[in-house]
């Protein structure tokens, strides 16, 4: 802990690891009262958010505000942990209309804080948006199909989809 101005409580102290202020990912100190002591860049770059303006609280205005309390719940925690967060659309021209992180917040006993680092997963979620999207429509024009399909897992002969034809035809068979 670093001494304040006379009166004011002890803040926490910035981590001394060599050059975590130039990691190429977005890096942020934050204690478990959730208030930003420092971040790097690449964190001002991700969010838009001004390193002067991040510290304190004000780095949670990239972040959506139902994530707030989970957020808040880990980090009053003191010990490790990892959340998948959706940044605020809008906050700044370098966020885009979806951009989700994963914060892998490291807590520091000796310093009293957390180094949390932000992994940008935006594009892995849209991929998997797009595989669910596809998947479905897959669904529907085989459910469309005048024919029976489905597919079954070669190994326990589990089915793992049926159209509805199928689904039909199986249970009209068991009602015999």
Not at 29 to 37: D, L, Q, S
Not at 38 to 62: H, K, M, P, Q, Y
Not at 91 to 105: I, P, R, Y
Request: charged residues 20%.
């Amino acid at each position: 802990m670093t001494a304040t101005s006379e009166g004011d409580p002890p803040r926490p102290a910035e981590p001394s690891m060599p050059g975590w202020q130039w990691l190429p990912t977005a890096v942020l100190v934050v204690t478990a009262g959730g208030e930003a002591t420092a971040v790097n860049a690449a964190f001002s770059e991700l969010t838009g958010i001004a390193d002067d303006a991040a510290r304190g609280v004000g780095w949670r205005a990239a972040v959506v505000a139902s994530a707030h309390a989970p957020l808040l719940a880990a980090l009053a925690a003191e010990r490790d942990f990892t959340l998948q967060l959706r940044l605020q659309r809008g906050v700044a021209q370098a966020v885009q209309a979806e951009t989700w992180v994963d914060c892998s917040a490291r807590w520091l006993p000796a310093v009293g804080c957390y180094l949390c680092q932000l992994h940008d997963v935006s594009a892995v979620r849209t991929a998997e948006a797009g595989a669910r999207a596809q998947a479905q429509q897959l669904r529907m024009v085989a459910n469309n199909v005048p024919a029976l399909i489905a597919a079954f897992d070669a190994r326990d002969n589990r089915c793992l989809f049926a159209n509805a034809g199928y689904a039909r035809t199986l249970e009209e068979a068991r009602a015999l």
